[in-house]
């Protein structure tokens, strides 16, 4: 077994290594019955039938599986490896298989037609300056302490005491005053 310190490259060699290709390609488990994704979440609809290449790393799974790899970062990395070294009659095996896959989905889900859904763009957080005027609404206790504050855990009845919160400057609590109030 490869240590932890292996690359994802070295990891992948080693997979590929241990492959048996006879049976990725052309494929071992070609059974479109067995091919269809199940629906994880029956609210979103039914499943995008696989192509050709989402196959070709279906049967690099098993295969990997078998030989004790389950690491999915070194499946994804060797099932792209063999794909883009496959030939076109290799690659024409598992579009063929596609293609049964996604007549009989087509029966399971008739009317199915995919429809991506665009992710919300989020937005950066983007931390404010500290505005003068800002600080001289806070109260003057927080601003006027000359020392630090320290909290201690008696505050928090449910942290242990070997647990103490660092030590707060008062530029520190006022612009943790601040963040609070935006």
């Known amino acids: 077994m490869m240590t932890e310190s292996s690359s994802l490259s070295d990891l992948a060699e080693n997979l590929i290594n241990q492959l048996d290709r006879g049976k ?4 071992y488990y070609n059974n479109p019955e067995e091919l269809i994704n199940p629906s994880k979440n029956r609210s979103k609809g039914p499943p995008r039938p696989p192509n050709g290449f ?4 279906k049967n690099v799974h098993k295969e990997a599986r078998l030989k004790g790899f389950c690491n999915m970062r070194v499946i994804s990395k060797v099932s792209g490896m063999l794909w883009r070294s496959a ?3 290799e690659k024409e095996i598992y579009e063929q298989l596609s293609a049964q896959v996604n007549n ?11 429809r991506p859904t665009t992710r919300q763009k989020t937005q950066p957080y983007v931390v404010p300056t500290t505005n003068i005027e800002v600080l001289q609404t806070f ?8 020392q ?3 909290y201690s855990s008696s505050f928090i009845p449910d942290i242990p005491e070997m647990y103490q919160f660092p030590q707060f400057t008062e530029e520190d609590l006022a612009s ?4 609070l109030s935006v």
């Open 139 to 146: 109260p003057t206790p927080i601003i006027n302490q000359q």
């Open 148 to 150: 630090p504050i320290i």
């Open 104 to 114: 009989l989905h087509s029966q399971r889900y008739p009317g199915y037609k995919y």
């Open 54 to 57: 989402l196959l070709c790393r």
């Open 24 to 27: 990725i390609f052309p494929p």
């Open 176 to 179: 943790f005053y601040y963040y």
């Open 87 to 89: 030939s076109t009659e």
